[in-house]
């Protein structure tokens, strides 16, 4: 790098600095409002354990596997999934999402999979209240729902990643859905990502949803490679770490991931059958 | 005990106050509005509360706010799955800019500063705010992203090049580390 181009880039970075402590500037910064923050601090510590105890009683009988989850100061840590509630009495269940294994894989060495919780949809303020104060425990917090009202008939899904022996979940992506949530023919919706911190930044990873008819995606790899990924034979018999089209109990869709190889990344996605 | 309790929540109290306008001013030019900036400040210190008791002793409490805030500014403007596919041709700068016939000719380039921010998707407006307004390190960025340090160079350099685009900049800020 010369010289000159060194100069430039330092002016750069100073005038880009100088914009924007211009443009901080301009926020109003008013008084701290340390009563409210206290009490919002104080409330969402009582929610976490008030959440903790209502899932304790229900854990007894619990055959599920370990779920990881956020809490909500964004530290990770370990969470034995409670028994899903009876459902003769038709309420739902409000306290834990389902959660289900899109894929697993090893990236070299390294373990990595995608998980997704679903949140059942409630069916009135209370019980979106309800289910609001349990996603707390669980981070999984929809990005546009500022008050239980919001979310009333209306299921939520989580996206996470997680990659390397000891690491948490890392929220790729979520989104509310409702009856009209449906797709159809070759729809498709899906995302790009890295596979996670520490690796090349390449966005290899790709998730994403399909109609309950699609058989077949295709992903396709800067370097022009492809992958196809199927739908299982049997929705029962699948392993995980096999690459498929899978059903997510409570949303109207289907999922699928795929992984580009080493050294290449995304270049495009579609329903191939 | 109690006194104990009421120790904690007055050097919280404090801690707030002291934070307050610097957080406000990172948290603004984040969401680039002053109720989401006011909602990210208080949200974070809400999170950083619970877990006060270990944050207060901790050496670099900064840091630790840092993080909740990132987190928080992340889960906030996560893309949904449509967003999340949007075409990810990064040289593509001129579709995701307001008309150039839209613009208010004479614009300042504080509201054009915060319009192109604005425009960034969320992990280069962190990388371009975190390093150059909070001026953290490659190290301290990508600390507070819980990304790599790649990640951070690669995410502010996009940013900065996509800032470097837009015309109303362009008589302040140089062009000199454009490829």
Not at chain 1, 155 to 179: C, I, N, P, Q, W
């Amino acid at each position: 790098m010369s010289a000159d181009r060194e100069t430039d880039n330092h002016m750069t970075h100073h005038d880009i600095a100088l914009l924007l402590a211009d443009a901080a500037d301009e926020v109003e910064i008013g008084i701290a409002p340390t009563q409210a923050v206290l009490r919002g601090g104080r409330r969402r510590r009582a929610r976490r354990w008030a959440v903790a105890a209502a899932t304790a009683v229900v854990v007894a009988g619990s055959t599920g596997a370990l779920a990881l989850s956020g809490l909500p100061n964004g530290q990770e840590r370990a969470v034995t999934p409670a028994a899903p509630q009876p459902s003769s009495t038709g309420t739902p269940n409000l306290y834990e999402p389902q959660t289900t294994m899109l894929a697993t894989g090893t990236d070299g060495s390294t373990p990595w999979s995608v998980s997704i919780d679903v949140w059942t949809a409630p069916r009135d303020q209370l019980e979106a209240q309800a289910e609001l104060d349990a996603m707390v425990q669980y981070d999984d917090m929809p990005g546009d729902v500022r008050e239980a009202a919001d979310l009333v008939g209306k299921g939520a899904y989580f996206v996470h990643r997680a990659v390397g022996e000891d690491s948490g979940r890392v929220l790729t992506t979520e989104g509310v859905v409702t009856k009209d949530s449906a797709m159809s023919g070759r729809d498709i919706q899906a995302g790009t990502s890295p596979l996670g911190p520490g690796h090349d930044g390449l966005e290899r990873l790709v998730i994403g949803s399909v109609a309950r008819t699609a058989q077949q995606v295709t992903c396709e790899w800067k370097d022009g490679t492809k992958s196809v990924v199927r739908r299982a034979a049997e929705e029962n018999v699948i392993n995980s770490d096999e690459f498929t089209i899978r059903r997510v109990e409570g949303l109207p869709f289907d999922w699928f991931v795929c992984l580009a190889p080493a050294g290449t990344e995304y270049k495009d996605v579609k329903v191939t059958g | 005990m109690g006194d104990r309790k009421q120790a904690r929540d007055e050097e919280f109290q404090a801690f707030v106050i002291g934070r307050w306008p610097r957080l406000m001013r990172t948290a603004f030019l984040l969401t680039g509005e002053q109720h989401a900036a006011e909602d990210l400040v208080q949200s974070t210190l809400e999170q950083v509360y619970v877990a006060w008791r270990k944050v207060g002793s901790a050496d670099d409490q900064e840091a630790y706010v840092r993080r909740v805030m990132i987190n928080a500014h992340a889960r906030k403007h996560r893309r949904r799955l449509k967003e999340f596919l949007a075409p990810k041709d990064d040289s593509g700068i001129s579709h995701e800019l307001p008309d150039t016939g839209d613009r208010i000719s004479q614009a300042d380039d504080r509201n054009a500063l915060l319009r192109a921010l604005a425009q960034l998707p969320p992990r280069q407006r962190q990388a371009v705010v975190l390093r150059y307004w909070e001026d953290l390190t490659e190290s301290q960025a990508a600390e507070a992203m819980g990304c790599s340090v790649g990640a951070v160079k690669s995410n502010a350099a996009k940013g900065i090049a996509k800032l470097r685009a837009i015309p109303e900049l362009a008589e302040t800020v140089t062009y000199g580390g454009r490829k």
